[in-house]
């Protein structure tokens, strides 16, 4: 079934008014249930009972009303408060507010929980927010989806807070979900503890590359030296290149997923590569290796003497 977006005034020349008096004495915390729902964005639905009586007052603009969320987390039991957007959707149920899963896995809550929500209409413009990647492989995905993120970003999350964790979603896929921490927030004239964001918000994502654990001191000492100790240790993919230079090699015309011929491959994956071993021109012993190095070599950069060794 379809949602009923929530009914809001376009009347011309608009102007934005703020909740009447009458209205600000039901600006209380409201307890409700958590409901999961595939939105793809850090937004909620609100059950039409609570977000009514704040639309019929006046012209509110459905991207200025903040819903502030307040829990007690179960592992650490400390009271948590978070802000997030209305996504301009009711919930199914009255009891209830509908929020993504992914965007609810990480304010660590859980399908049927129950937190108190309440409405804010006066929130601090954010002028400029540092955002910092979960992980090395949330980097990756954020400079492959860089422009499709900066594109997106303001209309999947409207407010963040301080050392909370947000998820962008660059395309329905959700194996390309990209997790970030607010590391710092700040206004035109002081740091903030949450905000909400603008079109004029500034984002600056901090690099989190993947780095190898260096051993430690005790490690190293009872690590044999070698015969030439002046000589500095060959990087990993250097050893592994020249390890593996008599394995086979063969060079193949690549296609992009999804393509009509190929339907039936998955290719949700960005990070996979699709072969046929049984094809004549792949040699067997492809057949027994685990792992393999792969070039994308266009037209004008083929050698015939150029070898592509594979990598274990």
């Given amino acids: 079934m379809a949602q009923s977006p929530a009914p809001f005034s376009t009347g011309l020349p608009f102007q934005e008014t703020r ?17 999961f729902k595939p939105l793809n964005n850090c937004l909620v639905n609100l059950p039409a009972n609570i977000i009514n009586p704040f ?35 009711f919930s199914s149920d009255q009891d209830c507010i509908e929020l993504d899963p992914s965007f609810a896995d990480a304010l660590s809550l859980k399908e049927n929980d129950m937190i108190s929500i309440k409405l804010v209409f006066e929130f601090p413009n954010i002028s ?3 955002l910092e990647p979960a992980t ?17 970003f303001l209309n999947q999350i409207r407010c963040v807070t301080v050392n909370q964790l947000i998820t962008v979603f660059p395309n329905s896929s959700t194996n390309n979900i990209v997790k970030y ?73 690549g296609i992009s997923l999804p393509h009509l011929l190929y339907s039936h491959v998955d290719s949700s994956c960005a990070y996979e590569v699709f072969l046929n071993l049984d094809e004549p021109s792949v040699n067997p012993k492809f057949k027994k290796s685990d792992y393999v190095q792969s070039q994308i070599v266009s037209p004008t950069q083929m050698d ?5 060794p594979m990598v274990q």
């Fill in 128 to 130: 400029s927010v540092e």
């Fill in 19 to 35: 909740p009447t008096d009458q209205v600000r004495h039901k600006m209380n915390l409201q307890d409700v249930k958590v409901s």
């Fill in 304 to 308: 015939p003497h150029v070898h592509f």
């Fill in 136 to 152: 090395s492989s949330d980097w990756e995905l954020t400079e492959l989806y860089a422009q499709i993120i900066e594109d997106k």
């Fill in 181 to 253: 921490k607010v590391k710092s927030i700040k206004s035109e004239k002081a740091e903030l503890q949450a905000g909400k964001l603008v079109n004029d918000s500034e984002l600056h994502i901090q690099p989190k590359v993947f780095t190898k654990n260096k051993p430690s001191s005790s490690s190293s000492k009872t690590k044999p030296r070698s015969s030439s100790g002046s000589k500095k240790q060959r990087s990993i993919s250097s050893r592994r290149s020249s390890q593996f230079d008599n394995t086979p090699s063969c060079l193949i015309r």
């Fill in 55 to 89: 639309l019929s007052s006046g012209n509110i603009l459905i991207q200025n009303i903040i819903i502030q969320l307040q829990f007690k987390e179960k592992k650490t039991r400390k009271q948590q408060v978070y802000y997030c957007g209305y996504n301009g959707y």
